[in-house]
């Protein structure tokens, strides 16, 4: 079965500063998802990837996935307290049958912004 | 906010008892996935329904059952409840397969106790 690890697993950053968080799935990937998700809530959709090489930005925030479609990032710019809260990748498992996408996690990554 | 509502937002229960969390899908969904989402971890792939029928399983005992209604609303029932079902369930719903988006749309999630 597919598995996605992202690194790291919590980051504290000052307000203003740039991060990065990885996601490493350990099969190919045709459809990546980042969402966003503040404690015990739902997940927001932030952004999905498909292709190898695709990159895509909405407002300070910037995905990417590699050319061999195993590995994707994201990328925060100037980071504010907004952007504070857990970022988790997923992957389609590309079950076979109709419907939506099946999607398997990684664990998650903390943001924490300090002012 | 996505237009998935999920109820009811708390619950304790004890070991050993049954319960049933329900989920509203987003208007014009036809397809509700759950997810069963622990603590410190990321979101675990439960089932899908995809018009009235499941369409897809993770990796979960028979205990968890689920249904889907002609208004695509759906129902999660977990039977004999231990410790380790205490856990946040999210559902998501999703246009029809062919429509240009493929996002998920999550609702807020019910957080489970079980004592």
């Known amino acids: 079965s597919q598995e996605l690890e992202q690194s790291p697993q919590s980051l504290i950053v000052q307000e203003g500063k740039n991060l990065t968080i990885n996601c490493t799935s350990s099969?190919?990937?045709?459809?990546l998802y980042w969402y966003k998700q503040k404690y015990g809530e739902g997940l927001i959709f932030l952004m999905m990837?498909?292709?190898?090489?695709e990159e895509k930005s909405h407002e300070k925030i910037t995905a990417k996935l590699d050319e061999k479609k195993q590995q994707s990032s994201l990328h925060i710019t100037a980071s504010q307290p907004s952007h504070a809260g857990i970022y988790l990748c997923?992957?389609?498992?590309?079950?076979?049958?109709?419907?939506?996408?099946?999607?398997?996690f990684g664990q998650g990554t903390r943001l924490t912004i300090n002012p | 906010e996505t237009g998935v509502t999920q109820s009811p937002t708390h619950l304790i229960k004890t070991r050993g008892q049954q319960v049933t969390l329900r989920c509203s899908s987003q208007?014009?969904?036809?397809?509700v996935s759950w997810y069963q989402q622990a603590l410190g971890q990321g979101p675990q792939f439960i089932f899908q329904?995809?018009?009235?029928?499941?369409?897809g399983r993770g990796n979960f005992p028979p205990r968890f059952s689920g249904l889907q209604f002609p208004n695509y609303s759906s129902e999660l029932n977990v039977n004999a409840l231990e410790l380790d079902d205490s856990a946040l369930y999210l559902c998501?719903?999703?246009?029809?397969?062919?429509?240009?988006?493929?996002?998920?749309?999550f609702g807020p999630g019910t957080r489970l106790t079980v004592t």
């Open positions: 998501a719903s999703s246009p029809p397969p062919g429509t240009s988006s493929n996002e998920q749309y």
């Open positions: 099969k190919t990937l045709y459809g």
């Open positions: 990837l498909q292709k190898g090489g």
């Open positions: 997923g992957a389609d498992q590309n079950l076979v049958g109709g419907g939506a996408q099946k999607l398997v």
């Open positions: 208007s014009g969904h036809n397809t």
């Open positions: 329904y995809y018009r009235e029928e499941e369409n």
